[in-house]
Antibody, heavy 125, light 113 residues
Framework: EVQLVESGGGLVKPGGSLRLSCAAS????????MSWVRQAPGKGLEWVGR??????????DYAAPVKGRFTISRDDSKNTLYLQMNSLKTEDTAVYYC????????????????WGQGTLVTVSS | QSALTQPPSASGSPGQSVTISCTGT?????????VSWYQQHPGKAPKLMIY???KRPSGVPDRFSGSKSGNTASLTVSGLQAEDEADYYC?????????????FGGGTKLTVL
């Protein structure tokens, strides 16, 4: 059974930093592309960014609102995905979900087939 | 403002069919057959219901179907059941040459009357 468990959320002041983790199990994590998707309170879903598997280059893509501030990384030895968030803004307040990012060979198909339960990040002074 | 446009609400009685639309542009929905639909119950994580316009993941009832025409994708739920009451979000791949990459709709709240 695929399991994704996020942790690391909490309250942080504007301009601060936070690192989220996502522990994965039930599938071959090293082969998986992974994404982060967030949801502001009472709002819709927003894609944050993606990291490909190391065998597929290990490259990252980011949404415009977080480019240059957020960094996605992975530790395949620990089956763990990370989201380092710097220079946080109030508009980054959201539940952050870790997801698997289904692939079709090397083609991005933007399909998020498994989701964690999410971790809440609140940016407020 | 979301990149893809969905109606804020939809409703139907048990046993009826309801269709939710998702309108984008030729740069996303119309340009790729990579439209997905997600179901989200209150307080829960989203669940993949449809991918690549019309494919169903294992375990999703065949009451759920997807289609696309031009820049508009649609999700149809047939034989509505009480447990179908949830928020539904569409998404589309939007290319890799800008920072849009993946776009979502604003969500549609489906009410089973």
């Amino acid at each position: 059974e695929v399991q994704l468990v996020e942790s690391g959320g909490g309250l942080v002041k504007p301009g601060g930093s936070l690192r989220l983790s996502c522990a994965a199990s039930g599938f071959t994590f090293s082969n998986a592309w992974m994404s982060w998707v967030r949801q502001a309170p009472g709002k819709g879903l927003e894609w944050v960014g993606r990291i490909k598997s190391k065998t597929d280059g290990g490259t990252t893509d980011y949404a415009a609102p977080v480019k240059g501030r957020f960094t996605i990384s992975r530790d395949d030895s620990k089956n763990t995905l990370y989201l380092q968030m710097n220079s946080l803004k109030t508009e980054d307040t959201a539940v952050y979900y870790c997801t698997t990012d289904k692939t079709k060979g090397l083609v991005v198909v933007a399909v998020f087939d498994y989701w964690g339960q999410g971790t809440l990040v609140t940016v407020s002074s | 403002q979301s990149a893809l446009t969905q109606p804020p609400s939809a409703s139907g009685s048990p046993g009826q069919s309801v269709t939710i639309s998702c309108t984008g542009t030729s740069s996303d929905v119309g340009g790729y057959n990579y439209v997905s639909w997600y179901q989200q119950h209150p307080g829960k994580a989203p669940k993949l219901m449809i991918y690549e316009v019309s494919k169903r993941p294992s375990g999703v009832p065949d009451r759920f179907s997807g289609s696309k025409s031009g820049n508009t994708a649609s999700l149809t739920v047939s034989g509505l059941q009480a447990e179908d009451e949830a928020d539904y979000y569409c998404s589309s791949y939007a290319g890799s040459n800008n920072f849009r990459n993946v776009v979502f709709g604003g969500g549609t709240k489906l009410t089973v009357l």
